[in-house]
């Protein structure tokens, strides 16, 4: 195989991608209240997304949700997130979709 970038416990092209035995997860660092939402590419070992939301009331949250949902072709209640309710870092759990489908949805966008 080709994935030889890293011998970490993350065995993912992407360095947000974290692949783990209860699950796997995305690393997000969130941008509020953006002219449009997007993914914005990959700032250190998080994933950046710039929503239109505003960061009150969970809107932002919300919104990364439904975001990620269509970004990745899945039910909304396929994700869950795990920490950052309050923070721009966050991290999304992912159910009922392979590492290589994650990678391969985000590839769309990252290259």
């Keep these: 195989m080709k994935n030889r970038k890293s011998s970490s416990s993350s ?3 992407f360095p947000f991608l974290e692949i783990t035995p209860k699950g796997n997860f995305i ?6 209240r953006s002219s449009r939402n997007l ?3 990959v700032q250190g070992d998080a994933l950046k997304v710039r929503l239109t939301a505003p960061p009150v009331e969970g809107e932002a949250n919300k919104a990364l ?5 269509d970004v990745l072709g ?4 396929a994700l ?3 920490a950052g309710h309050k923070s721009r870092d966050k991290r999304v759990k992912v159910d009922g979709m ?3 489908d ?7 966008d990252l290259g």
């Design 74 to 77: 899945v039910k909304k209640s």
């Design 65 to 69: 949700i439904e975001f990620l949902s």
């Design 80 to 82: 869950s997130l795990e």
């Design 11 to 13: 065995q993912s092209k």
């Design 39 to 41: 993914i914005d590419g």
């Design 98 to 100: 392979t590492p290589e």
């Design 27 to 32: 690393r997000l660092r969130l941008q509020p």
């Design 102 to 108: 994650i990678e391969k949805a985000f590839s769309k």
